[in-house]
């Protein structure tokens, strides 16, 4: 069975600009959730989405957004992209929404913002 | 505060031997755990999930102490294989969904 799977893995935009990453769950999971890894950091929760509805929201600028589609694939927006958003973006796949729920993630989309 | 913390080290570990780490967090709500493991460059993979009884995988003892609000990881017989940056994470159990909160993570470099 394929793992979870991202698009792009490496992306390069220039401040102001807008960017789309994508991520496919491990088949049978309804849950994705979203974060943001910094260069010596621990990833940091954007979002998750559990049968197309959010489910909960981090501490991100409105300028991040994100969706879920019938068949759980995952679109991630930032608009106006700043110098601050360059990082690894990694997507999670779960069977279910809920605390106990072990996730799986994406190999990630390195986004450089210059 | 941060909601979890974790040693950056790196812990320096001769091949063989054992190295074991601490991770504490302050939200006594938290009512899941793991271990990820995370290669440079490269996304966590799940290592174990901890449980309140504390639970072995091979080589790997994971350990919960609630009241003092703190996990532990032991790595027995250390392989060259094992150098990574050992990320600890806590999940607040809620109706609407799961937020996994990462530690920074803990390196560890294993040597010949």
């Known amino acids: 069975d394929a793992g979870v799977t991202q698009s792009p893995t490496h992306l390069i935009k220039t401040r102001g600009q807008h960017v789309t990453l994508r991520c496919s769950p491990i088949?049978?999971?309804?849950?994705v959730s979203w974060y943001q890894q910094v260069l010596g950091q621990g990833p940091q929760f954007i979002f998750q989405?559990?049968?197309?509805?959010?489910?909960g929201r981090g501490n991100f600028p409105d300028r991040f957004s994100a969706r879920q589609f019938p068949n759980y694939s995952s679109e991630l927006n930032v608009n106006a992209l700043l110098l601050g958003d360059s990082a690894l973006y990694l997507c999670?796949?779960?069977?279910?929404?809920?605390?106990?729920?072990?996730?799986?993630f994406g190999q990630g989309t390195r986004l450089t913002v210059v | 505060r941060k909601e979890v913390e974790q040693d950056p080290g790196p812990f320096n570990v001769p091949e063989g031997a054992t190295v074991a780490f601490n991770c504490t967090y302050s939200?006594?709500?938290?009512?899941?755990f793991f271990w990820y493991r995370q290669d440079c460059r490269k996304e966590p993979k799940l290592l174990m999930s901890?449980?309140?009884s504390g639970n072995e995988d091979g080589r790997f003892t994971a350990q919960l102490n609630r009241a003092s609000q703190y996990i532990s990881l032991l790595i027995r017989d250390s392989k060259l294989s094992d150098s990574a940056t050992y990320l600890c994470?806590?999940?607040?159990?809620?109706?609407?969904?799961?937020?996994?909160?990462f530690g920074g993570g803990t390196r560890v470099l294993v040597k010949p």
């Open positions: 999670a796949s779960s069977r279910r929404s809920g605390g106990d729920t072990e996730a799986f």
């Open positions: 088949s049978g999971h309804k849950s």
């Open positions: 989405y559990y049968e197309k509805e959010e489910r």
């Open positions: 939200n006594s709500a938290s009512q899941s």
């Open positions: 901890v449980y309140s």
């Open positions: 994470v806590v999940n607040q159990i809620k109706a609407a969904g799961n937020k996994l909160t």
